[in-house]
């Protein structure tokens, strides 16, 4: 049955409809999806928390290219007041660096939050103080009360309802805006067509 498929078929499509029937078959497993999306992956955080996260990194993504490197997060702790050394660095990279690269992607940058949140980070761990500065200020919650702090944020944020609702209230308003940006061009055409007349 297979090779009549395979007869008629160019040897790409081939290759493609061999590995389909072995993944029906169960003989193969699917590929993982190559698209990243936060908001499906780290279900713990809420869109706005995401944004917020998004927009450190790219303002630490000195080199716009989609990476935070040793250098960028080297400048990205001093600024947050945790300067690090270059081995703590490099060791910082390595305890989320899912391809070896080197560099933080996007989702292993918020792989630190995950990990945060979840509990897994050392104590004296380099991550650690980047989420806790980042996310709460560890003057008012100190450095014991962060990790209640994760805990109780990983919980309150579990619901897929809120995540449904920030993305209503998002919508609402957009809506919102858009009608008053009608509003605003028929007052000045009301306004316009008395000037004309």
């Given at each position: 049955e297979r090779s009549c498929l395979t007869a008629s078929a160019g040897a790409e499509l081939s290759a493609k409809l061999c590995r389909r029937h072995d993944i029906n078959e169960g003989a193969a497993q699917p590929r993982r999806a190559?698209?990243?999306?936060?908001?499906?992956?780290?279900?713990?955080?809420?869109?706005r928390q995401i944004k917020d996260m998004e927009r450190m990194f790219r303002l630490y993504d000195s080199g716009r290219d989609g990476y935070i490197d040793l250098m960028e997060l080297k400048l990205m702790?001093?600024?947050?007041?945790?300067?690090?050394?270059?081995?703590?660095?490099?060791?910082?990279?390595k305890e989320v660096d899912e391809d070896f690269d080197g560099k933080l992607s996007f989702r292993e940058f918020l792989l630190i939050f995950h990990k945060a949140a979840a509990g897994e980070l050392e104590e004296d761990s380099g991550l650690l103080t980047l989420a806790k500065l980042s996310e709460i200020d560890v003057s008012i919650e100190g450095v014991k009360?962060?990790?209640?702090?994760?805990?109780?944020?990983?919980?309150?944020?579990?619901?897929?309802?809120?995540?449904?609702?920030?993305?209503?209230?998002?919508?609402?308003?957009r809506k919102r805006e858009e009608e008053e940006?009608?509003?605003?061009?028929?007052?000045?055409?009301?306004?316009?067509s008395a000037f004309t007349q």
């Open positions: 190559a698209v990243f999306n936060p908001y499906t992956e780290f279900k713990e955080f809420s869109r702790m001093e600024k947050l007041g945790a300067p690090q050394t270059h081995l703590g660095l490099k060791n910082m990279i009360g962060a990790k209640n702090f994760f805990e109780a944020k990983a919980q309150a944020l579990s619901s897929a309802s809120k995540f449904e609702a920030e993305i209503k209230a998002e919508q609402d308003e940006r009608k509003h605003r061009r028929a007052a000045f055409r009301e306004l316009k």
